[in-house]
């Protein structure tokens, strides 16, 4: 069982699903050559995929292109289906910081094959996650600026005010294929930046107005 922790109410939430969006931020789109689809486009991560503050995360020895997406992470505090975007922002309990880790080079052969590439994204220790900070802490989610620093150097900086698609849209969208529960995580897109890792790395993502999030790789 994996557990995320809401600071301030100290309520622990036990992860069903993580569900990720594609290309929700053009310029991350446009460095990987990529068009951004008109709609919203998810893919899952298990919660085996968890890691959280000061651990570490390991690639897996079939990759030799494992990079890093810093995403902001929406806790889902309440079940829903088929949620209008004007209601979608009180099913979230909290916000928080996610690494998506991606093993590039294998998503890509993937893809190119035409089959599924989940063992890209959702392999042991793929998904970072800090604590989350309760909702109502957080007066626009849609004004947050993300960075993440390998090594201390500067690899990707945004503001989630540059998504596509917004987070009650994503929550909207989503919800129309899966039910959503109290537990879930959506991760929200990464910003463009995004690059390799390699053995003995650090990384350092921030999300203003919700702190830092540390781990190593190996």
Same mark, same amino acid.
């Given at each position: 069982?994996?557990? @995320? ?9 036990? !992860?069903?699903? %993580? ?16 068009? =951004?689809?008109?709609?919203? !486009? $998810? $893919?899952?991560? =298990?919660a085996?995929?968890? /890691? ?6 390991? /690639? #897996? =020895? *079939?990759?030799r292109?494992?990079?890093?997406? @810093?995403?902001?992470?929406?806790l %889902? ?19 928080? %910081?996610?690494?998506? &880790?991606t093993?590039r ?17 959702? $392999?042991?220790?793929? *998904? #970072? &996650?800090?604590? $989350?900070?309760?909702?109502a802490q ?7 600026? &993300?960075?993440?620093? !390998? ?15 917004? /987070? =009650? ?24 930046? @995004? ?7 650090r990384l350092?993502?921030? %999300?203003?107005?919700l702190?830092?999030? !540390? /781990?190593?790789?190996?």
């Amino acid at each position: 069982m994996h557990t @995320v922790l809401l600071s301030g109410k100290e309520r622990t939430y036990r !992860v069903g699903k %993580i569900l990720c969006v594609t290309r929700n931020y053009r310029a991350h789109a446009a460095e990987l050559n990529n068009e =951004p689809p008109a709609q919203p !486009v $998810f $893919f899952l991560k =298990p919660a085996s995929s968890i /890691i959280s503050q000061g651990e570490t995360a390991v /690639i #897996p =020895p *079939c990759s030799r292109n494992c990079q890093h997406e @810093v995403e902001l992470a929406v806790l %889902i505090g309440k079940w829903g289906k088929n949620i209008a975007p004007e209601t979608a922002l009180s099913h979230v309990a909290g916000y928080g %910081i996610g690494i998506d &880790l991606t093993l590039r080079d294998l998503q890509g052969d993937l893809k190119a094959k035409g089959l599924p590439w989940s063992m890209a994204k959702g $392999f042991d220790t793929s *998904c #970072p &996650l800090s604590d $989350f900070v309760p909702a109502a802490q957080i007066p626009d989610p849609q004004a947050l600026g &993300l960075s993440l620093y !390998v090594n201390d150097e500067l690899r990707q900086q945004g503001n989630s005010a540059e998504m596509i698609h917004s /987070i =009650p849209d994503l929550i909207s969208a989503a919800s129309a294929i899966f039910s959503l529960e109290e537990g879930d995580i959506l991760l929200t897109g990464t910003p463009a930046g @995004v690059g390799p890792l390699v053995s003995g790395d650090r990384l350092k993502a921030q %999300i203003s107005q919700l702190g830092t999030l !540390v /781990i190593d790789i190996r």
